[in-house]
């Protein structure tokens, strides 16, 4: 039997997290509405408090706040390092997220607004336009990488070697 208290999916979302003065981007995997898994070479002590900022399909940004509940950081191929976050703080945007892949379980937020949020108190955000993207060589492993043209400059690494990716204008 599973100690966890909501069922997890796999989804892979661009984060960033920041703590104690430090800021670091990872990705998201194994997300649930009571925690999510972080992986990143960069984690943080068990206990501590982050802030959270998960880009979501669609162009919207969720902020989270969660407590760092084990770090992982190992050698062994088959382990990813990361670490698992449960969450204390959500918004809107994270929860509906959720409800596409859990449309019938209800969570604590609607539980405790007596039942699931109806149509009224919903309010549709603005889809803004997919970011451009532009595909990125590595010059150390030859993947290619997609890239977000407004986060180019910001000094973007390969997803498989961590290889800082140069670009050809």
């Not at 069922?7 to 661009?14: M, N, P």
């Not at 068990?46 to 050698?75: C, E, F, M």
Request: net charge positive; charged share 25%.
């Amino acid at each position: 039997m599973s100690k966890r208290k909501h069922d997890r999916f796999v989804r892979r979302l661009e984060t960033e997290f920041s703590g104690e003065g430090k800021n670091y981007r990872g990705i998201s995997s194994d997300l649930s509405r009571s925690g999510l898994f972080i992986r990143t070479n960069h984690a943080f002590a068990p206990g501590t408090i982050i802030d959270i900022v998960i880009h979501l399909p669609g162009g919207n940004s969720s902020k989270l706040k969660g407590t760092v509940r084990r770090a992982l950081k190992t050698t062994v191929v088959s382990l990813k390092n990361g670490m698992g976050i449960e969450l204390i703080e959500k918004d809107d945007f994270y929860i509906k997220f959720l409800d596409t892949f859990f449309p019938d379980e209800e969570g604590p937020e609607q539980q405790a607004a007596g039942g699931t949020l109806s149509p009224e108190t919903v309010q549709e955000a603005p889809i803004p336009d997919p970011p451009e993207c532009m595909i990125v060589v590595c010059s150390n492993c030859s993947v290619k990488n997609r890239v977000s043209s407004s986060k180019a400059a910001f000094g973007s690494k390969c997803g498989r070697c961590g290889h800082p990716l140069a670009y050809k204008d």
